[in-house]
Protein backbone atom coordinates (compact mmCIF):
# COMPACT_ATOMS: atom_id res chain seq x y z
CA UNK A 1 0.00 0.00 0.00
CA UNK A 2 1.29 3.35 -0.91
CA UNK A 3 1.78 5.70 2.48
CA UNK A 4 -0.37 9.05 2.60
CA UNK A 5 1.45 11.56 1.43
CA UNK A 6 2.49 14.41 3.79
CA UNK A 7 4.90 15.78 1.51
CA UNK A 8 8.58 14.69 2.31
CA UNK A 9 10.36 17.62 0.77
CA UNK A 10 11.78 20.79 3.03
CA UNK A 11 8.39 21.79 4.79
CA UNK A 12 7.76 25.10 5.26
CA UNK A 13 8.49 26.73 8.45
CA UNK A 14 6.13 24.92 11.33
CA UNK A 15 6.22 26.36 14.53
CA UNK A 16 4.80 23.81 17.71
CA UNK A 17 5.07 24.18 21.53
CA UNK A 18 3.42 23.65 24.19
CA UNK A 19 2.95 24.33 27.85
CA UNK A 20 1.88 22.44 30.79
CA UNK A 21 -1.77 23.42 32.74
CA UNK A 22 -0.62 24.19 36.20
CA UNK A 23 -3.09 27.63 36.31
CA UNK A 24 -0.65 30.22 36.40
CA UNK A 25 1.81 31.56 34.13
CA UNK A 26 4.86 32.88 35.76
CA UNK A 27 7.30 35.34 33.97
CA UNK A 28 10.10 32.52 32.99
CA UNK A 29 7.66 31.31 31.00
CA UNK A 30 6.74 34.52 29.50
CA UNK A 31 9.94 35.59 28.97
CA UNK A 32 11.40 32.24 28.01
CA UNK A 33 8.88 31.08 25.99
CA UNK A 34 5.60 33.15 25.35
CA UNK A 35 6.17 35.95 24.08
CA UNK A 36 8.69 34.84 22.19
CA UNK A 37 5.66 32.38 20.78
CA UNK A 38 3.35 35.88 20.30
CA UNK A 39 6.49 37.21 17.80
CA UNK A 40 6.57 34.12 16.13
CA UNK A 41 3.01 34.33 14.95
CA UNK A 42 3.54 36.67 11.88
CA UNK A 43 6.37 34.91 10.72
CA UNK A 44 5.35 31.45 10.66
CA UNK A 45 2.43 28.92 10.78
CA UNK A 46 1.99 28.41 14.59
CA UNK A 47 0.22 25.41 16.81
CA UNK A 48 0.33 25.81 20.44
CA UNK A 49 -1.47 23.38 23.25
CA UNK A 50 -2.11 22.73 26.34
CA UNK A 51 -0.27 19.55 27.38
CA UNK A 52 -3.11 18.15 29.78
CA UNK A 53 -1.49 14.79 29.03
CA UNK A 54 1.80 15.41 30.53
CA UNK A 55 -0.11 16.84 33.62
CA UNK A 56 -1.28 13.81 34.69
CA UNK A 57 2.01 12.35 35.05
CA UNK A 58 1.91 13.90 38.58
CA UNK A 59 -0.66 13.47 40.91
CA UNK A 60 -3.68 15.63 39.67
CA UNK A 61 -7.30 16.36 41.00
CA UNK A 62 -9.39 16.53 37.95
CA UNK A 63 -11.75 19.54 39.00
CA UNK A 64 -8.54 21.65 39.17
CA UNK A 65 -7.19 20.19 35.89
CA UNK A 66 -10.08 21.06 33.65
CA UNK A 67 -9.97 24.21 35.28
CA UNK A 68 -6.58 24.85 34.57
CA UNK A 69 -6.71 24.04 31.35
CA UNK A 70 -8.93 26.80 30.37
CA UNK A 71 -7.26 29.29 32.97
CA UNK A 72 -3.76 28.78 31.32
CA UNK A 73 -5.51 29.14 27.40
CA UNK A 74 -7.18 32.57 28.61
CA UNK A 75 -3.39 33.25 30.35
CA UNK A 76 -2.33 32.85 26.48
CA UNK A 77 -4.62 34.29 24.85
CA UNK A 78 -4.06 37.26 27.41
CA UNK A 79 -0.56 37.22 26.92
CA UNK A 80 -1.02 38.02 22.66
CA UNK A 81 -1.29 34.19 21.49
CA UNK A 82 -4.10 35.35 19.10
CA UNK A 83 -6.25 32.23 18.10
CA UNK A 84 -7.28 33.54 14.59
CA UNK A 85 -3.89 33.35 13.50
CA UNK A 86 -2.28 30.25 15.38
CA UNK A 87 -3.75 27.19 16.54
CA UNK A 88 -4.52 26.95 20.17
CA UNK A 89 -5.60 23.75 21.52
CA UNK A 90 -5.67 20.97 24.59
CA UNK A 91 -3.43 18.04 23.80
CA UNK A 92 -5.80 15.73 25.13
CA UNK A 93 -8.57 16.86 22.38
CA UNK A 94 -5.77 15.54 19.40
CA UNK A 95 -5.66 11.41 20.22
CA UNK A 96 -2.82 11.27 17.48
CA UNK A 97 -0.93 12.29 19.95
CA UNK A 98 -0.81 9.64 22.59
CA UNK A 99 -1.07 7.42 19.66
CA UNK A 100 2.20 8.38 17.95
CA UNK A 101 3.78 8.33 21.64
CA UNK A 102 2.75 4.32 21.75
CA UNK A 103 4.35 3.83 18.28
CA UNK A 104 7.67 6.19 19.10
CA UNK A 105 8.12 4.72 22.38
CA UNK A 106 9.23 1.77 20.74
CA UNK A 107 11.27 3.81 18.82
CA UNK A 108 13.07 5.63 22.04
CA UNK A 109 16.18 3.44 23.68
CA UNK A 110 15.90 3.09 27.17
CA UNK A 111 19.50 4.40 27.41
CA UNK A 112 18.17 7.77 25.83
CA UNK A 113 15.60 7.91 28.36
CA UNK A 114 17.77 7.91 31.60
CA UNK A 115 19.40 10.50 30.69
CA UNK A 116 17.07 12.98 31.03
CA UNK A 117 17.81 15.18 33.43
CA UNK A 118 14.07 16.55 34.46
CA UNK A 119 12.86 13.32 35.09
CA UNK A 120 15.80 12.89 37.45
CA UNK A 121 14.98 16.46 38.90
CA UNK A 122 11.53 15.58 38.65
CA UNK A 123 11.49 12.38 40.45
CA UNK A 124 14.35 13.19 42.83
CA UNK A 125 15.13 10.01 45.87
CA UNK A 126 11.38 8.80 44.56
CA UNK A 127 12.20 6.80 41.22
CA UNK A 128 10.78 3.79 42.31
CA UNK A 129 7.40 5.42 42.92
CA UNK A 130 7.07 7.92 40.32
CA UNK A 131 4.47 7.28 37.47
CA UNK A 132 5.63 5.11 34.39
CA UNK A 133 4.41 8.22 32.54
CA UNK A 134 7.11 10.75 34.09
CA UNK A 135 9.55 8.58 32.78
CA UNK A 136 8.22 8.48 29.21
CA UNK A 137 7.05 11.80 29.43
CA UNK A 138 9.86 12.87 26.69
CA UNK A 139 8.36 10.90 24.16
CA UNK A 140 5.08 12.13 24.46
CA UNK A 141 6.74 15.25 24.14
CA UNK A 142 8.38 14.19 21.01
CA UNK A 143 5.04 12.98 19.67
CA UNK A 144 3.45 16.55 20.11
CA UNK A 145 6.08 18.14 17.85
CA UNK A 146 6.51 15.01 15.35
CA UNK A 147 3.27 14.84 14.31
CA UNK A 148 2.93 18.01 13.06
CA UNK A 149 6.61 18.01 10.98
CA UNK A 150 7.18 20.85 13.41
CA UNK A 151 10.37 22.60 11.93
CA UNK A 152 10.99 24.96 15.15
CA UNK A 153 10.15 24.60 18.54
CA UNK A 154 10.46 27.41 20.88
CA UNK A 155 11.09 26.54 24.54
CA UNK A 156 13.04 27.77 27.43
CA UNK A 157 16.32 25.62 28.07
CA UNK A 158 15.24 23.83 30.77
CA UNK A 159 13.08 21.85 27.61
CA UNK A 160 16.11 21.94 25.15
CA UNK A 161 16.99 18.15 26.04
CA UNK A 162 13.62 16.95 25.23
CA UNK A 163 13.54 18.73 21.56
CA UNK A 164 17.27 17.42 21.20
CA UNK A 165 15.73 13.74 21.62
CA UNK A 166 12.81 14.39 19.75
CA UNK A 167 15.72 15.05 16.91
CA UNK A 168 17.12 11.77 17.87
CA UNK A 169 13.73 9.83 17.73
CA UNK A 170 12.70 11.30 14.55
CA UNK A 171 16.15 10.52 12.85
CA UNK A 172 15.99 6.82 14.01
CA UNK A 173 12.26 6.58 12.87
CA UNK A 174 13.40 7.95 9.80
CA UNK A 175 16.13 5.22 9.36
CA UNK A 176 14.29 2.19 10.84
CA UNK A 177 12.01 2.58 8.41
CA UNK A 178 13.66 4.24 5.58
CA UNK A 179 11.63 7.08 4.93
CA UNK A 180 11.67 10.94 5.31
CA UNK A 181 8.50 11.19 6.82
CA UNK A 182 9.53 12.76 10.34
CA UNK A 183 11.22 16.31 10.17
CA UNK A 184 14.09 16.77 12.70
CA UNK A 185 12.59 19.54 14.53
CA UNK A 186 14.88 22.41 15.97
CA UNK A 187 14.69 23.57 19.82
CA UNK A 188 14.73 27.23 19.12
CA UNK A 189 16.00 29.07 22.46
CA UNK A 190 15.83 32.26 23.08
CA UNK A 191 18.89 34.68 22.43
CA UNK A 192 19.61 36.89 25.35
CA UNK A 193 18.62 36.71 29.07
CA UNK A 194 15.47 35.52 28.80
CA UNK A 195 16.57 31.48 28.44
CA UNK A 196 16.58 30.69 32.13
CA UNK A 197 14.79 33.15 34.10
CA UNK A 198 15.91 31.71 38.07
CA UNK A 199 14.44 31.88 40.96
CA UNK A 200 13.65 35.31 42.92
CA UNK A 201 15.21 33.62 46.49
CA UNK A 202 18.24 31.52 44.90
CA UNK A 203 19.60 32.37 41.64
CA UNK A 204 21.14 28.74 41.52
CA UNK A 205 17.26 27.24 40.44
CA UNK A 206 15.48 28.20 37.82
CA UNK A 207 11.94 30.06 38.56
CA UNK A 208 9.65 27.48 38.35
CA UNK A 209 5.49 26.79 38.86
CA UNK A 210 6.76 23.56 41.36
CA UNK A 211 8.72 25.91 44.09
CA UNK A 212 7.17 25.86 46.88
CA UNK A 213 7.64 29.33 47.89
CA UNK A 214 5.57 32.33 46.59
CA UNK A 215 8.58 35.04 46.65
CA UNK A 216 10.03 32.63 43.93
CA UNK A 217 8.21 33.55 41.05
CA UNK A 218 5.95 36.58 39.43
CA UNK A 219 2.82 35.21 38.50
CA UNK A 220 0.84 36.82 35.97
CA UNK A 221 -2.02 37.27 38.55
CA UNK A 222 0.36 38.96 40.76
CA UNK A 223 -0.80 42.52 41.47
CA UNK A 224 1.45 45.87 41.27
CA UNK A 225 2.26 45.70 44.98
CA UNK A 226 2.86 42.52 44.93
CA UNK A 227 5.20 42.51 41.84
CA UNK A 228 6.55 45.40 43.84
CA UNK A 229 7.37 43.49 46.83
CA UNK A 230 8.39 40.49 45.79
CA UNK A 231 11.47 42.12 43.81
CA UNK A 232 12.39 44.52 46.88
CA UNK A 233 12.32 40.99 48.77
CA UNK A 234 14.33 39.10 46.04
CA UNK A 235 18.01 37.70 46.81
CA UNK A 236 20.90 39.89 46.25
CA UNK A 237 24.20 40.71 47.22
CA UNK A 238 26.19 43.66 48.90
CA UNK A 239 28.30 45.11 45.97
CA UNK A 240 27.24 47.59 43.56
CA UNK A 241 26.87 46.41 40.19
CA UNK A 242 29.75 46.31 37.48
CA UNK A 243 30.23 47.78 34.61
CA UNK A 244 31.63 44.40 32.69
CA UNK A 245 28.92 41.64 32.16
CA UNK A 246 31.65 39.17 32.71
CA UNK A 247 32.10 40.48 36.35
CA UNK A 248 28.16 39.47 36.78
CA UNK A 249 29.88 35.39 36.81
CA UNK A 250 29.62 34.24 40.55
CA UNK A 251 26.65 36.57 41.72
CA UNK A 252 23.88 34.44 40.35
CA UNK A 253 21.51 36.86 41.90
CA UNK A 254 22.56 39.54 40.57
CA UNK A 255 22.88 37.75 36.76
CA UNK A 256 19.49 37.17 37.38
CA UNK A 257 18.09 40.47 37.87
CA UNK A 258 20.20 42.36 35.08
CA UNK A 259 19.03 39.25 32.90
CA UNK A 260 15.25 40.18 33.85
CA UNK A 261 15.63 43.91 33.20
CA UNK A 262 17.33 43.35 29.88
CA UNK A 263 14.71 40.59 28.56
CA UNK A 264 11.85 42.92 29.59
CA UNK A 265 12.87 46.52 28.03
CA UNK A 266 14.98 44.04 25.23
CA UNK A 267 18.42 45.78 25.82
CA UNK A 268 21.30 43.55 26.45
CA UNK A 269 23.42 42.99 30.01
CA UNK A 270 26.14 45.73 28.89
CA UNK A 271 23.18 47.92 27.93
CA UNK A 272 21.77 47.12 31.50
CA UNK A 273 24.84 48.06 33.18
CA UNK A 274 25.58 51.01 31.49
CA UNK A 275 22.79 52.45 33.15
CA UNK A 276 23.47 50.83 36.50
CA UNK A 277 27.01 50.24 37.02
CA UNK A 278 28.44 52.00 40.41
CA UNK A 279 24.71 51.43 41.71
CA UNK A 280 23.61 49.13 44.58
CA UNK A 281 20.27 47.53 43.76
CA UNK A 282 18.59 50.04 46.23
CA UNK A 283 18.45 51.95 42.70
CA UNK A 284 17.54 48.99 40.16
CA UNK A 285 14.94 47.12 42.05
CA UNK A 286 12.33 49.85 41.44
CA UNK A 287 13.38 50.31 37.64
CA UNK A 288 12.71 46.45 37.44
CA UNK A 289 9.87 46.61 39.47
CA UNK A 290 8.72 49.24 36.44
CA UNK A 291 9.63 47.31 33.88
CA UNK A 292 7.99 43.58 35.43
CA UNK A 293 4.51 45.90 35.93
CA UNK A 294 4.54 47.52 32.66
CA UNK A 295 4.58 44.41 31.03
CA UNK A 296 2.47 42.14 33.27
CA UNK A 297 -0.43 44.63 34.45
CA UNK A 298 -1.82 45.18 31.06
CA UNK A 299 -1.92 40.79 30.41
CA UNK A 300 -3.28 40.60 33.91
CA UNK A 301 -5.72 43.27 33.22
CA UNK A 302 -6.82 40.89 29.84
CA UNK A 303 -6.71 37.99 31.85
CA UNK A 304 -9.58 38.91 34.11
CA UNK A 305 -11.64 39.82 31.53
CA UNK A 306 -11.37 37.15 29.84
CA UNK A 307 -12.02 34.55 32.14
CA UNK A 308 -15.54 35.83 32.92
CA UNK A 309 -16.04 34.57 29.23
CA UNK A 310 -15.46 30.52 29.39
CA UNK A 311 -17.52 30.50 26.19
CA UNK A 312 -15.15 32.25 24.33
CA UNK A 313 -12.43 30.28 25.46
CA UNK A 314 -14.14 26.76 25.06
CA UNK A 315 -15.60 27.90 21.65
CA UNK A 316 -11.62 28.71 20.33
CA UNK A 317 -9.68 25.72 21.76
CA UNK A 318 -12.63 23.33 20.83
CA UNK A 319 -11.65 25.58 16.82
CA UNK A 320 -8.24 24.54 17.63
CA UNK A 321 -8.81 21.13 18.04
CA UNK A 322 -10.60 20.58 14.60
CA UNK A 323 -7.71 22.40 12.88
CA UNK A 324 -4.97 20.10 14.93
CA UNK A 325 -6.66 17.17 14.77
CA UNK A 326 -6.62 17.98 10.76
CA UNK A 327 -2.90 18.48 10.52
CA UNK A 328 -2.39 15.33 12.33
CA UNK A 329 -3.73 12.63 10.65
CA UNK A 330 -2.14 12.50 7.85
CA UNK A 331 1.07 11.98 9.46
CA UNK A 332 -0.02 9.38 11.98
CA UNK A 333 -1.45 7.52 8.94
CA UNK A 334 1.73 7.75 7.26
CA UNK A 335 3.32 6.21 10.58
CA UNK A 336 0.89 3.41 10.89
CA UNK A 337 1.81 2.37 7.28
CA UNK A 338 5.44 2.72 7.70
CA UNK A 339 5.82 0.56 10.43
CA UNK A 340 3.13 -2.14 8.78
CA UNK A 341 -0.12 -1.02 10.88
CA UNK A 342 -2.26 -0.57 7.44
CA UNK A 343 -5.71 -1.24 7.44
P1 LIG B 1 6.56 24.00 31.07
O1 LIG B 1 5.08 23.96 31.18
O2 LIG B 1 7.37 23.67 32.29
O3 LIG B 1 7.04 25.41 30.57
C1 LIG B 1 6.49 26.04 29.42
C2 LIG B 1 7.56 26.84 28.71
O4 LIG B 1 8.15 27.80 29.60
C3 LIG B 1 9.57 27.63 29.62
N1 LIG B 1 10.06 27.94 30.98
C4 LIG B 1 11.07 28.78 31.24
N2 LIG B 1 11.84 29.55 30.43
C5 LIG B 1 12.78 30.32 31.02
N3 LIG B 1 12.98 30.36 32.38
C6 LIG B 1 12.22 29.62 33.22
N4 LIG B 1 12.43 29.68 34.55
C7 LIG B 1 11.22 28.77 32.66
N5 LIG B 1 10.30 27.92 33.19
C8 LIG B 1 9.60 27.41 32.14
C9 LIG B 1 9.80 26.16 29.26
O5 LIG B 1 11.09 25.93 28.76
C10 LIG B 1 8.73 25.93 28.23
O6 LIG B 1 9.15 26.37 26.96
N6 LIG B 1 7.40 19.65 28.76
C11 LIG B 1 7.02 21.04 28.57
C12 LIG B 1 5.67 21.21 27.88
C13 LIG B 1 5.58 20.49 26.58
C14 LIG B 1 6.21 20.89 25.37
C15 LIG B 1 5.79 19.92 24.41
C16 LIG B 1 7.04 21.95 25.00
C17 LIG B 1 4.87 19.37 26.34
N7 LIG B 1 5.00 19.02 25.05
C18 LIG B 1 6.23 19.99 23.08
C19 LIG B 1 7.46 22.02 23.66
C20 LIG B 1 7.06 21.05 22.75
C21 LIG B 1 6.93 21.72 29.93
O7 LIG B 1 6.67 21.07 30.93
O8 LIG B 1 7.03 23.07 29.86
Redesign the pocket.
Known amino acids: MTPPDVGTSKPPMRV???????GDL?????????LRWVRMQDEAECLF?L?DL?ALTVDVDPITLRANVRQMAAALIASGIDPAKSTLFA?SAVPAHPELAWILMCTARMGWLNRMT?FKDKSGKNRESSSVGLFT??V???A??LVYR?TH????????Q??EL?RDIAIKFNNDFDTKLFVAPEPFI?GGT??????LRDGST????SDPSEQS?INLTDSDDAIAQKIRKAKTDPEPLPDDPALLDGRPEAKNLVGLLGALLDESVGQVLARFSGQGFGAFKPALADAVIATVSPIRARLEDLRRDEPTIDAFLARGADRARDLAAPTLAAVYSAVGLSH
Do not use: W
Open positions: VSGIQPTHLGNLLGAIFAHQQYPLQADVAVPVGEDQKHIAGAARVMSKMSKR
